[in-house]
């Protein structure tokens, strides 16, 4: 029979919850005759930085094309150009020796009047496309102000610039080409010597502007028109060149 002390500290063990002991099986536990939790499922730790998953958004069939309808616009946009310049060193030529009334071999005079006028309209026509695909052109950032009003753009403004005062040289021009009876034979000479002006400034436009402007194909071309066009000013300004007012004057006397 166990003495006195040994029962009363055994009974303030029990009362004061003493640490844990080891049960018979080897088992842990929290105080006498309870048993130690048991652990949870070990869980992983969250991730310091958030991970997006990607969302496909839709987009419209519209704003999918865009950079491709861009692209063609663009293209477009500097072949027209180029053709039209073409066209219109063609027009400034003619126009010379339309003054001049001499044949062309395998034209007569009458067909030099009708081919420089076919030609000036094809040119505007090229113009028209041109600027038309630069309107439309997103990347281009032209508008209808841009087009009237020089040196206003966003991009290249001076280089621009004079393709817009080209463009109002050359309505003039066809205007009063248009109007001829009606304005009188001195107002149409008179703006058509501004086609002398004209073209040389385009083809500024084109170096400048141009986004194949400095590129070696285009300069030939620009070189190859420098050259014919001042070829037919300095036949222009010679001794030998006879207008066709003072040539038929000349035969009707």
């Known amino acids: 029979m166990p003495s006195a002390p040994r029962r009363w500290f055994a009974?303030?063990?029990r009362l004061s919850g003493s640490p844990a002991t080891v049960s018979r099986r080897g088992s842990s536990t929290g105080s006498i005759g309870s048993p130690s939790p048991r652990p949870g499922p070990r869980q992983r730790p969250s991730p310091s930085v958030p991970v997006s998953v990607p969302v496909s958004v839709p987009v419209s069939p519209e704003r999918r094309g865009?950079?491709?309808?861009?692209?063609?616009?663009w293209a477009f946009g500097r072949v027209s150009g180029i053709v039209a310049l073409v066209l219109f060193t063609?027009?400034?030529m003619l126009g010379i020796v339309t003054r001049s009334g001499r044949p062309l071999p395998g034209l007569p005079r009458f067909s030099i009047v009708l081919v420089h006028r076919n030609i000036t309209l094809i040119g505007c026509v090229f113009l028209v496309l041109h600027i038309g695909s630069?309107?439309?052109?997103?990347y281009a950032h032209l508008n209808v102000?841009?087009?009237?009003v020089p040196f206003l753009g966003s991009f290249k403004p001076f280089w621009q610039g004079l393709g817009t005062v080209a463009v109002d040289l050359l309505v003039a021009i066809v205007a009063t080409s248009l109007l001829r009876r009606r304005v009188g034979v001195r107002v149409f000479r008179?703006?058509?010597?501004?086609?002398?002006?004209m073209w040389p400034i385009a083809l500024a436009h084109s170096i400048g502007n141009g986004t194949d402007g400095l590129s070696g194909w285009f300069l030939l071309?620009?070189?190859v028109s420098v050259v014919l066009v001042g070829a037919c000013?300095?036949?222009r300004l010679s001794a030998r060149f006879i207008e066709s007012t003072r040539l038929r004057q000349g035969r009707l006397t």
């Open 134 to 138: 630069l309107l439309l052109d997103s």
């Open 145 to 148: 102000v841009d087009v009237l």
């Open 190 to 197: 008179f703006v058509h010597w501004f086609a002398y002006a």
């Open 90 to 92: 063609l027009t400034v």
């Open 221 to 223: 071309v620009a070189g």
């Open 11 to 13: 009974g303030w063990r």
């Open 66 to 73: 865009r950079p491709h309808v861009d692209e063609a616009l």
């Open 233 to 235: 000013l300095l036949w």
